[in-house]
Nanobody
């Protein structure tokens, strides 16, 4: 059973930083693709960052490019989302997700979400 557990959310002032963590367990992660999504009130969930556990290309949504960085610690089976220069419009519930599908935009496993609130 794959489990994803996020942590690191909270309240921060605009311009500040937060680092989200996603601890994964339950399966071999060598070929997994990991993604970070967010959903703001009244808006659809959006993919903001993704990469393969084994390395390779990384995706960032235009809205976070240059401010957010996805990374991982293979030894800890943990994926991180470093968020810098936060803006009020970054306020959302953030989710990590995983899939073993080699391509596509569907993710099969989800964490419980962590709230990020950015005050102006």
């Amino acid at each position: 059973q794959v489990q994803l557990v996020e942590s690191g959310g909270g309240l921060v002032q605009a311009g500040g930083s937060l680092r989200l963590s996603c601890a994964a367990s339950g399966r071999t992660f060598s070929s997994v693709r990991m993604g970070w999504f967010r959903q703001a009130p009244g808006k659809e969930r959006e993919l903001i960052a993704a990469n393969r556990w084994s390395g390779g290309s990384t995706y960032y949504a235009d809205s976070v490019k240059g401010r957010f960085t996805i990374s991982r610690d293979n030894a800890k089976n943990t994926v991180y989302l470093q968020m810098n220069s936060l803006k009020p419009e970054d306020t959302a519930v953030y989710y990590c997700a995983a899939t073993w599908r080699p391509t596509g935009t569907s993710y099969d496993y989800w964490g419980q979400g962590t709230q990020v609130s950015v005050s102006s």
